[in-house]
């Protein structure tokens, strides 16, 4: 069994930055696939952000490419979401996921294992 934990989520002005963290816990962390997803509500979880465990490939939204990063500290067994230059429409709760058997890493239904999710908003 894996556990998630987000942290990091709060509320900034638009052009300002956020990271957010996700613990996790259990089995074999290292070795497993992690995304970010968001989801707004009445909408579909949209992908944001995914890392293989190795490190060696990295995946991002075009909605996000160029100012969210995200990187691994495999030490800690964490994830890390940077979010800059935010924008309203980036206002949602973000869910880290993580799956050591993932086929596809920019589809939800690729990841087994996910957090509680934590709020992000943006103000103008």
């Known amino acids: 069994q894996v556990e998630l934990v987000e942290s990091g989520g709060g509320l900034v002005q638009a052009g300002g930055s956020l990271r957010l963290s996700c613990a996790i816990s259990?089995?074999?962390?290292?070795?497993?696939?992690t995304g970010w997803f968001r989801q707004a509500p009445g909408k579909e979880r949209e992908f944001v952000a995914a890392?293989?465990?190795?490190?060696?490939?990295?995946f991002y939204a075009d909605s996000v490419k160029g100012r969210f990063t995200i990187s691994r500290d495999n030490a800690k067994n964490t994830v890390y979401l940077q979010m800059n230059s935010l924008r309203l429409e980036d206002t949602t709760v973000y869910y880290c996921a993580a799956d050591r058997y993932t086929s596809d890493l920019v589809l939800s239904e690729s990841y087994r294992y996910w957090g509680q999710g934590t709020q992000v908003t943006v103000s103008a």
């Open positions: 259990g089995r074999t962390p290292s070795l497993h696939n």
């Open positions: 890392a293989r465990w190795s490190g060696t490939a990295t």
